[in-house]
C-alpha cells in the first residue's frame, strides 16, 4: 500500500495553461505539505496544512493555491504556469508537529511538472 | 536562522568501503536533524532522525549518523558501502524559528557513488 501518493507521475504542458496535483495520504496523519525540488535538486517548502488549515505559506507566488478537502488530501493547482515552475513537486505528510520535533515527514514520489 | 550545510557535491567510494557523507548544521537551541535519501526518478525516504538521546543514531538499510553538538555535524555513515545504495542524499533540520510548523529546511544534497 502507499503510503503517500501523488498523481499525476509526470505532467507536460504548455505556459499559460492550468494544472493540478493531487495528494493522498493513507498515514493518518493530520499534517501535509507541497515541496518544490529545482532543476539543481534544491528542495523547498511551498506550504504546510494543520487538519485542512494553511499554516505555512512560504512566499509562494498566489498562483499556486493548494487546498485540502479533508486531512487525507491536500492539492495543488497552478494557474497560468510559466516557464520556471518546471521542478519536481513533492508532497509529504506527517503527524501534527509538536514540541518534541520527533515527527517523520513521509515523501510521495513526486510530480515531475514541464512547462514548455 | 536555521540552516544546514553538505560540503560535498559528490562522494565516490568502492564497494565495500566504509562511507560518510557530511552535514553540519546551524540551530539555535537543541536541533532536529534528518537524513533522507533519494533514488533516481523516485520520492525521498526517510533514513534517520536525531531528536535527543544518544549521539549515534541507527536507521534503515545500514546507515547510521553521529550527531556531535561540539562540530555542530551529523555525518551520516554506512561501514560497507553497496553499490544499490548510490543515491542523492539529503541532510534536514526542523526549522524551530517558527512555532511548529514541522518546516523542514534541507541540505543542497550530495550525491553518492558507489562503484564495484
Known amino acids: 500500500d502507499t503510503a503517500v501518493s501523488q498523481t499525476p507521475k509526470y505532467l507536460v504542458t504548455q505556459m499559460g495553461n492550468d494544472k493540478s496535483i493531487k495528494c493522498e495520504q493513507n498515514?493518518?496523519?493530520?499534517?501535509m505539505y507541497w515541496y518544490k525540488q529545482d532543476s539543481k535538486k534544491f528542495l523547498k517548502i511551498m506550504f504546510s496544512y494543520n487538519n485542512k488549515e494553511l499554516i505555512i505559506n512560504e512566499t509562494v507566488p498566489n498562483r499556486f493555491s493548494p487546498k485540502s478537502p479533508d486531512k487525507a488530501h491536500l492539492n495543488l493547482h497552478i494557474n497560468s504556469l510559466e516557464l520556471g515552475d518546471s521542478a519536481v513537486y513533492f508532497c509529504a505528510s506527517s503527524e501534527i508537529p509538536g514540541t518534541s520535533g520527533s515527527e517523520t515527514q513521509y515523501f510521495g514520489p513526486g510530480t515531475r511538472l514541464l512547462v514548455l | 536562522a536555521q540552516s544546514v550545510a553538505q560540503p560535498e557535491d559528490q562522494v565516490n567510494v568502492a564497494e565495500g568501503n566504509p562511507l560518510t557523507v557530511k552535514c553540519t548544521y546551524s540551530v539555535s537551541g537543541n536541533p532536529y536533524l534528518f537524513w533522507y535519501v533519494q533514488y533516481p526518478n523516485r520520492g525521498l525516504q526517510f533514513l534517520l532522525k536525531y531528536i535527543t538521546g544518544d549521539n549515534l543514531v541507527k536507521g534503515s538499510y545500514g546507515f547510521e549518523a553521529e550527531f556531535n553538538k561540539s562540530q555542530t555535524s551529523f555525518h551520516l555513515k554506512k561501514p560497507s558501502a553497496l553499490v544499490s545504495d548510490s543515491a542523492l542524499y539529503f541532510c534536514?533540520?526542523?526549522?524551530?524559528?517558527?512555532?511548529?510548523?514541522?518546516?523542514?529546511?534541507f541540505g543542497q544534497g550530495t550525491t553518492l557513488q558507489v562503484k564495484p
Open positions: 498515514l493518518g496523519h493530520d499534517t
Open positions: 534536514a533540520v526542523r526549522d524551530k524559528g517558527s512555532s511548529n510548523t514541522g518546516k523542514l529546511i
